[in-house]
């Protein structure tokens, strides 16, 4: 292979509005991941213009790019990449001391994020004491709690069985609903797709089908 | 711009230390592991450079009161390392002493070659006369005024056991007059003092002055004038050379300044070591925290202030060290302060100025010094392998796949 060239996205052209609940769907290598890193500011497209929030990402330097992450954008990963010496409220909390929020706002944000994700009682244990669906719920409390404009979520259900699947994916539906959040989701699984509105279908970097759920 | 961009960055520093500090007691043992031995670097560096500082202290003391004075005057030709001018160096007490040598504020000795034989051997030595009434030296001269049958004389411990010879005995000495004339007499010890100085004692005899200016037919002569303190008045005496303290003691400095630079190689060891483990922990948390590391530039992190936090990360651990430090090293310090340090071999024939308990004196400034050059090393050593956090790819990093 050496250092030879690969293109991962050709001739993608798509525009999420405010508050989607639509998922990049495909097989693995099928350019979803590149994507979602794409939109998040964490990769750049060698060729070609992704727009973000008024952003050009291709054109962002390194603090404006964190800065657009911070400020707008929240994570969910397939490994819920939580900070794992510290607490659920720890981690929870991270974005908004990034943020420099007071004391006092970032406690009351904190709880009423674990709130809508159901684990007000869990603020003081850390992610090893947690099962797989906690930490997922976790990890959504932490891209939930600044509000952000849109979320990206990597494969969310993919270490998590049926039920704590089902669980976590309606409680980012019901925050998709009551803030108007946009989730972009990128999955192969079929639960998840069960519950997205918009489903965008890649194959071999290029968007196959991309279809709207009709809502009853 | 600037106080708005101080205040950004003083906001960035202060989560970096708020992370670094949970990050640090959220890894447990790890941590705690490399604060303990880190902790030795500064307690025992510390301790080590207080010895030094003790043993300077304790030399320069114990030189003044036996040796050195507030200052001397010496005979212009006096040089005390060439035993081939000694019979050329003195000369009367300068009148313009003499009213202080009166009042006790100078004390002027005359020192001649002279050779002992102790049991049958020969010896080659010098005679010291010191005026039995002196108060500026510590030597026992007033035990000089004893009568005995013979000249009374006294000698140090180490000469003592060089020579074989004790409190009461006798034994021949011989010197030279101011003529040339060679003449021997019997001198009894009568008394054995024990100095840390091994420069007044070693190969020396002390004998009452005026006797000694009697037989060397050198009336009111002397070689060296000892001043009581430095409050005396020194004007400049012709034929004579004012000897300060600091001169003086500048072989102690020298021997001190010695000592410390090949103690450095030693700490250095020491906190190599430290610097060691903390590097490898670095290496190893870099490699095993890449998720983490990819989640901090997700969540609004640059890269380079990852890099930061994990510098910070690793300068916490100098100073959670110096805390730990200070809650054994403190009580410890302080009672070697008060008990000392024992040296556990004879010290007596170190040939230099050395206590056999040195007492360990800690400043300030040693303290502060030391916790410098320790955070400073730690910060380096911890910013060197965090740089590779600045080239990671954060969406491989994310997924743990960087080797």
């Known amino acids: 292979m050496g250092k030879g060239e690969f293109t991962a996205l050709k001739g993608i052209n798509l525009t999420f509005g405010k508050g989607e609940f639509a998922g990049l769907i495909g097989p693995s290598g099928s350019g979803k991941t590149t ?54 409220y720890e981690n929870v909390e991270f974005p908004l001391l990034l943020l420099n929020h007071s004391a006092a706002e970032r406690k009351r944000m904190v709880l009423d994020a674990l709130e809508w994700v159901g684990l007000t009682d869990k603020i003081k244990s850390k992610p090893p004491q947690l099962s797989g669906g906690e930490c997922q719920r976790v990890a959504i409390a932490r891209a939930m709690v600044k509000r952000p404009s849109l979320v990206l979520a990597d494969e969310p259900t993919a270490n998590l069985d049926a039920a704590n699947s089902h669980n976590v994916l309606q409680t980012m539906e019901k925050l998709n609903r009551e803030l108007e959040t946009t989730f972009i989701f990128a999955t192969h699984d079929e639960k998840v797709i069960s519950y997205l509105r918009r489903k965008i279908f890649l194959l071999d970097g290029r968007v196959d089908n991309d279809e709207t759920v009709k809502s009853n | 711009m600037t106080r708005p961009l101080n205040r950004t960055k003083s906001i960035a520093m202060k989560l970096a230390i708020k992370l670094a500090f949970r990050n640090l007691i959220g890894a447990g043992l790890r941590t705690w592991l490399n604060v303990i031995v880190l902790s030795f670097s500064y307690v025992i560096i510390i301790w080590m450079n207080g010895v030094m500082i003790g043993w300077e202290e304790q030399a320069k003391h114990d030189m003044t009161n036996w040796q050195i004075g507030g200052g001397q005057y010496w005979h212009q030709t006096y040089d005390p390392f060439d035993p081939f001018t000694l019979s050329e160096s003195h000369a009367p007490v300068p009148s313009e002493l003499t009213d202080a040598v009166a009042k006790g504020d100078i004390a002027p000795m005359l020192i001649v070659q002279g050779t002992l034989y102790p049991q049958g051997r020969m010896q080659s030595i010098a005679i010291k006369g010191i005026d039995p009434k002196q108060t500026v030296l510590s030597q026992p001269s007033h035990r000089l005024d004893t009568i005995v049958d013979g000249i009374p004389a006294i000698i140090g411990a180490m000469m003592a056991q060089d020579m074989a010879l004790q409190k009461g005995d006798r034994v021949t000495l011989r010197w030279r007059d101011a003529n040339g004339t060679f003449d021997a007499a019997t001198v009894v010890i009568v008394d054995i003092f024990t100095t840390n100085v091994p420069a007044v004692e070693s190969g020396q005899v002390y004998i009452s002055l005026q006797k000694l200016q009697e037989m060397t037919l050198l009336p009111n ?181 960087i080797q």
Do not use: C
């Open chain 1, 35 to 88: 994507l979602l890193n794409i939109i998040g500011s964490l990769d750049v497209p060698s060729d070609g213009e992704a727009m973000v929030l008024g952003n050009s990402i291709g054109k962002l330097n390194s603090k404006q790019a964190a800065q657009l992450r911070k400020e707008n954008l929240g994570f969910i990963f397939q490994s819920y990449n939580l900070l794992q010496v510290h607490t659920v």
């Open chain 2, 221 to 401: 002569h002397a070689t060296t004038l000892t001043l009581k303190n430095n409050k005396v008045q020194t004007p400049e005496v012709d034929g004579w050379a004012i000897k300060t303290k600091d001169t003086l003691t500048k072989s102690v400095d020298d021997l001190i300044q010695t000592k410390t630079a090949g103690l450095s190689i030693f700490y250095f060891i020491l906190l190599l070591l430290a610097m060691l483990a903390i590097f490898d922990t670095m290496v190893l948390s870099i490699f095993r925290r890449q998720k983490e590391i990819g989640t901090y530039v997700a969540l609004g992190y640059t890269r380079h202030q990852v890099v930061g936090l994990f510098t910070v990360e690793g300068a916490m651990y100098s100073i959670l060290a110096a805390l730990v430090g200070a809650a054994y090293g403190l009580p410890f310090l302080a009672w070697q302060a008060k008990a000392g340090w024992t040296m556990p071999m004879d010290v007596s024939e170190f040939g230099m100025a050395i206590a056999q308990t040195l007492y360990p004196v800690y400043s300030l400034g040693l303290v502060v010094t030391t916790v410098l050059i320790v955070v400073l090393t730690t910060t380096i050593v911890s910013y060197w392998p965090s740089r590779k956090i600045a080239k990671m790819n954060p969406t491989e990093a994310l997924r743990g796949k």
